[in-house]
């Protein structure tokens, strides 16, 4: 078909739309017509339109317009790039059981995510031992592709545990504190069953338990940079500038990347079953009240899961890393899990669509959830102010703090942004990039880097990314986030 030239009307500053229309695409050798049901949204500002505009960002969002039940628009925010079926940096909401379900709506490392760590300890404290720091945490957390975890002996029961009960399976174990399960998002558990997470998934699953990964995973110690809003920042912790944080950034590992594939072979047979015709192939859907739907829901909440005991698990190792350099216990440094923070997700959500509460499935591919104050589902510590928000940047600039507002839940279904989005493909980066020489450069500005490979440094080059600045300012200017606290880097461990 060709790259097409859709019409984006800017309704609104940071807000364009393109509006309902036919669409025309090539399937299985054939060129049909389908109906975008409703608008496509793009929020973002002219620059970042820009970079969206160059892969196939507003193809992939008009397909996911076409969807049955969506409601309202399909959703690109301003870290959009192109990814497999929806575009990363998409959100869609279809009704619970006439609308569909797709995995391509969620994508291969369900439940990658955020958490941030408060410490005591400030830059000064930090800085001298931030060798001695990103080794220790290199040693206790492994990580690179196909890495184990080392915890030894994990029966068939302990792993469906895991992805039947997600961190209560690692705090019962001593791998975190109590209340670690509270300042995560759903308490670090959906509904799921593991009898639907296939024999080859619990396999790659198995060895990998606390484990960090590879790709654009890392850990990173960072220092407060800059205070927006004082109050809000202190209900999280967050009391001065150069306070030092730790952010913790993974997901699902080999388990969730093997429960995508073997469900989007499930749905590519049920659309034959249904006889449903797909705009994209890789947009492979079924509706919401079908056995098909529901078995991958259960299992996609049993991956969703491992991922939540994964963080929590490095959550541990992080706090074990800093008392061996320290020689102090976490709690003397106030290592406090702040919030824990999922993308690449499918929620079951209570959301008003033209003035009628309605429950729909919200899928967030690289997005992330964005509650306001007031929200049933924010922990009563953050009830108050809203739902603490986790924006990362890329290797070596900064990450935000923010939370929820109620704009979020009129615009994009309670979600906004999930980090700065790839301006650039990992190969280009590496045939554009030198892991060494960015490394170097780094260094140079104080930020330190350790990785199994110069290739990964190269992947994940600053260069590579859109300015997570901009993609934060969009959501904050639109009220979709409030943003209260910028951390800057001192220190990367990456696989």
């Not at 300042?183 to 338990?209: D, F, M, P, T, W």
């Not at 590879?214 to 940079?225: D, I, K, P, T, Y």
């Not at 150069?242 to 388990?255: A, D, E, F, W, Y």
């Not at 429960?259 to 192939?281: F, G, H």
């Amino acid at each position: 078909m060709g790259k097409i030239d859709y019409k984006l009307v800017k309704i609104a500053d940071n807000i364009f739309e393109i509006a309902r229309t036919k669409k025309m695409s090539r399937v299985e050798g054939q060129v049909k017509s389908f109906d975008m049901i409703v608008p496509a949204r793009v929020y973002a500002n002219d620059a970042l339109l820009e970079k969206i505009k160059t892969d196939l960002t507003l193809d992939q969002l008009t397909n996911v317009a076409c969807l049955p039940g969506t409601q309202k628009f399909a959703i690109a925010l301003s870290d959009a790039h192109q990814g497999y079926g929806f575009p990363i940096g998409g959100v869609a909401a279809t009704l619970e059981k006439e609308g569909v379900i797709s995995p391509g709506g969620v994508g291969y490392d369900i439940n990658c995510g955020v958490r941030l760590l408060s410490t005591t300890l400030k830059d000064t404290d930090v800085k001298p031992v931030m060798k001695q720091i990103l080794n220790a945490l290199f040693d206790n957390v492994p990580s690179g592709v196909g890495s184990s975890g080392t915890i030894g002996t994990i029966t068939p029961k302990d792993l469906d545990d895991i992805l039947e009960n997600g961190v209560s399976w690692a705090i019962k174990r001593g791998y975190g504190w109590p209340e670690d399960a509270k300042n995560c998002e759903e308490n670090g558990r959906l509904e799921g069953n593991a009898s639907k997470v296939s024999g080859k998934a619990k396999s790659r699953g198995k060895s990998q338990i606390g484990s960090l990964g590879s790709g654009n995973h890392f850990l990173e110690v960072q220092r407060v940079a800059e205070i927006y809003d004082e109050k809000l920042a202190k209900v999280m912790g967050i009391n001065e500038v150069n306070q030092v944080t730790v952010m913790i950034h993974t997901g699902s590992r080999g388990l969730g990347h093997q429960v995508c594939t073997d469900y989007l072979r499930t749905m590519e047979q049920a659309v034959r079953k249904y006889n449903i015709s797909l705009p994209d192939r890789e947009l492979a859907y079924v509706p919401g009240n079908t056995p098909e739907a529901r078995d991958y829901y259960e299992a996609m909440a049993c991956a969703a899961n491992f991922a939540w005991n994964n963080r929590q698990m490095i959550n541990h190792w992080v706090r074990q890393s800093f008392s061996q350099v320290f020689k102090k216990k976490p709690e003397d440094m106030g290592m406090e899990l702040i919030y824990d923070v999922c993308h690449n997700i499918l929620k079951k959500e209570e959301h008003v669509v033209d003035g009628k509460k309605m429950m729909l499935n919200v899928h967030r591919k690289g997005a992330t959830r964005a509650f306001p104050a007031g929200h049933p589902k924010v922990p009563d510590k953050y009830r108050s102010i809203g739902q603490p928000v986790l924006i990362p940047g890329s290797m070596g600039t900064a990450s935000y703090l923010c939370v929820g507002q109620p704009k979020a839940m009129e615009l994009s279904f309670g979600s906004t942004a999930h980090g700065a989005g790839r301006a650039m493909s990992r190969e280009a980066a590496i045939r554009n990039y030198r892991g060494r020489t960015i490394a170097n450069q780094l260094e140079q500005r104080g930020i330190l880097v350790k990785a199994q490979t110069d290739t990964v440094i190269a992947e994940e080059a600053p260069g590579a990314y859109k300015s997570i600045d901009q993609v934060v300012q969009v959501s904050h200017d639109l009220g979709i986030v409030k943003k209260i606290v910028k951390l800057v880097p001192m220190g990367v461990t990456k696989g």
